[in-house]
Structures are given as structure tokens and as C-alpha cells.
């Protein structure tokens, strides 16, 4: 199984002291937006990829004048909002959010997509997160090796849910269930707060979430956390193992959260909004606000961002290719 390590998910000369420190000044740009600006989020309210959106969504709005109109277009694991971005007209004024999964998965995923890599603009990626590993209170393993026997023992019974199919928290319960060869469902929700739910209520016994959804139902000690996806551990939770440390080495994924805009977007504009992409990601308030949900600051540039794009989806491409899941 490939390892998609936080090393690799950083790729193509993103690094916190470099590309973020390189940006052009905002002053310098030519664009600005003419009207409020719409951006577009491929998932529901309530979750890491809202919650970072809404973020970045007063980030540009604050530097480049004009508001900037958060609007949740959720389903197909992503691909409707994601559509959606890339059929807007392309004048700067429309832009999204892009993950791991509608930037790089989906594409392997999904037997017809609606668009394709071309359709979309980069713009800056955000930050990076893991992925972590719950359970349920009631169910009794304290560590991952320990989920995993129970599992083995009781082939079937259990489930896991993500927020949808095709995200890396699907393909990091694939990881899960092939690596070990464990009997266990997937069960998709439409967003990381109806899993917490489904799961408080006992309906899913296994969850896999990003880490800043995850990471408030973890301190309230309404699920447990058995790992973290990553090479190293989070500083939001020290005391929790990355999956190495717990055994499963060949269970790395590290998310990522950025913006985009239509595929013809001119580069004035494209430029410009990154720009005060890289200004956000640069200043210490908007890098702590990251950090404390467990987040990894980025800010590069459009162009760094595009090559981490097209890399990931090579990379994503394996993975989904050796865990055989395709959606119709």
C-alpha cells in the first residue's frame, strides 16, 4: 500500500518558511474583485472543510474588499460543489474550496466525473491535516491493535463511517480494513457532524475524521482516539500514537484544504487572491487558529499549488487502484 506521508503531502517546494514567505505583496496586485465574491464549499456546514473555508473566506475578503459569500453545495463526495465552481464564469469572483478528495481522489474514484483537472484554477493550498482514528465510548479497544483484534474476532459487526465515499477518511478505513483483513462496512454520512451523531447514538462503532472536525468530540470525551494518520504526532494531541507507532505503518494520510476558481480564470486575478491567500497564512493569529484545530499551515503559490495537485493525484490514483473501490 502507498504511504502518503506528510512529507509527500506537502511536496512540489511547499514549506512553511519558504513558499508562504515568498508572496508577492498584496499591494503589488493588479486585480480586484468588482462585486462579492461567492465560495463555493463541496461539503455541509460544520465540518473541517467549512470551518477552514469560512477562514479563508474572510481572509480574502478582508484584503481584497468585497465580501465573500460562503455557500455549502454538498453531495457525490464533493463533486456537485465542485462542478459547480468549475462551470462559473471564470472572471474572479467565483472561487471554492478543493480537497484531497475533489482535487485528487475523485478523479480515480469516480467511473464518470464532471469535470476534470483542467476545469479548475489553483489558487493557494491552506494548511494539511491527518486523519485520526475513534471509536465509539462503547466500544472496548483502547489502541488501534486492540480495534483490530476485536474486529478480526468478530467479522461483520463492525462498522465505520467517514464523511463520505471517496474522501481520504474512506480510503483510510480501506487502509484499515485490507492492510488487516477485517470484515467491516463503510458507511458514508453527509458530513463529519451527522458520523458523530450516528455514532453517540450507536448506530457506527469505527470513525474516521479529519482532525479539527474530530478533535472537540475528542477532548469532550465523547469518542476516543486511537491514532493519527501522520509520520509524527499532533501537538492538539500528544498522548494519541500516529499509526506507526501503533503498528499499522502502511496507514498514512495526510489531508489538504485549499482554494481554487474556475479552470479560465484570468491570472490577475487568480495571482490576487492567492496573494492574499499567502498574506493570511503568514500572519501569526490566522497560523494559530490552524494549529489549535490541528491543522498544518501552507500558503504557497498558484503555480506550487497546481504541481502538489497534479503529484497527488498520481499518488491518490495508486492508492485507490490497490484498494479496488470505484463508485458508479
Known sequence: MTKISRRAALGAAVGLGGAALAAPALAQ?????????????????????????RMAAEAIASRLGQPVVVENRAGAGGNIGTDALAKAEPDGHAIGLVTVGTGAINYAMYRSMPYKPGDLAAISNICTVPNVIMVANRVPAKTLGELVE??????????????????????????????????????????????????AAGRVEILVDNLPSGLPQIKDERVRALAVTDTRRSPSLPDVPTTAEAGFPDIQAVAWFGVVAPGRTPRPAVEAISGALQD????????????????????????????????????????VRKAGVVVE
Do not use: C
Open 29 to 53: 496586485a493588479a486585480w480586484r474583485p468588482s462585486r462579492p465574491m461567492r465560495f463555493i464549499v463541496p461539503f455541509t456546514p460544520a465540518g473541517s472543510a467549512d470551518m477552514l473555508s
Open 150 to 199: 476485536l474486529a478480526r474476532r468478530e467479522p461483520g459487526k463492525f462498522n465505520y463511517g467517514s464523511s463520505g465515499v471517496g474522501t481520504s477518511l474512506h480510503l483510510t478505513g480501506e487502509m484499515l480494513k485490507g492492510g488487516s483483513g477485517l470484515d467491516m462496512t463503510h458507511v458514508p454520512f453527509r458530513g463529519a457532524a451527522q458520523m458523530l451523531l450516528e455514532a
Open 280 to 319: 493570511a497564512v503568514r500572519q501569526p493569529g490566522f497560523r494559530a487558529k490552524l494549529t489549535e484545530q490541528g491543522a498544518e499551515p501552507v500558503g504557497n503559490t498558484a503555480d506550487e499549488f497546481e504541481a502538489f495537485i497534479r503529484a497527488e493525484i498520481a499518488r491518490w490514483g495508486e492508492v
